[in-house]
């Protein structure tokens, strides 16, 4: 399978803001103007360390007719605290909130979103509150990365909205060939793209990325890179990464993330 990745220019999601096209616009105006506005309230050191600790975890979906539910937008309305936009550079992309430790929130993205990344990635939340932020990192083993948000740069009432992404592996080793799934990204606002498919193959080598993925049919679009791939009960999969023409994208698989971190000690 031939896959391009699925960032996006800061220009062309602005311009189909402008156009009305749906969802909370993206982070705007020139870096020197970012660097000028005055932050939002920040809470106390205390009181950040505290609601690091108790961030919630996404409950499981409850739906007394999945089949005939929407569940791309019962996980909008339910998990969209657990989702980001980030920019890096000209690029947009998405992440999910996977946990926090060491009083930083830890958010999984596609590693490509930050490859014009300098000193700093603009992330903003679901309630469009942002923070620069200048730690992160990308992992060789996958095209995935993470940046780790201070808990302290956070606001108070953000904080609050935040939700850690449900990591079971039991449910992604369920995670089968024609298992049902949702991808939700953050093209336009955050978690403002979620659409139902299908697994095609949840461990395949794909020579683009010279290494095993999951092989996903869905709906996908370029700034959707770095967002979530989900199953049925809102359960976290894996990380999207690109896609093609037909409509396949290619998803790290959440087994490689957890051969590089911890994330069940992150969902305490």
Known sequence: MRVRFLTAAL???????????????????TEEQKSSEEPKDTMEPEYAGELLTALKRM????SEDPDNENLADLLQRN?????VQ??????????????AAEERLFILTAAHVLEEAEDFVLVTFDDGASVSVG??????????????VPGDDIPEDTLERCLCANVDKESFDAATAGTGCIVMGSRTGV???AYEGVILDHWIYMEDYGQYMMWVKAEGMQG???GGLFDRQGHFLGILSGGNEDGELAVVPLSLILAEMDLQEFNQ
């Open 86 to 99: 980030l920019q890096a550079g000209s690029l947009l992309g998405s992440g999910v909130i996977c946990g």
């Open 79 to 83: 998990g969209s605290g657990m989702m």
């Open 135 to 148: 730690d992160f990192e990308c992992f060789g083993s996958g095209d995935f990365a993470v940046v780790r």
């Open 59 to 62: 409950e499981p979906l409850q």
């Open 224 to 226: 959707m890179s770095g």
């Open 11 to 29: 220009l062309c999601a602005l311009l189909w803001a402008l156009a009305g096209c749906g969802g909370r616009t993206g982070p705007e105006g």
């Open 191 to 193: 978690a403002a793209e």
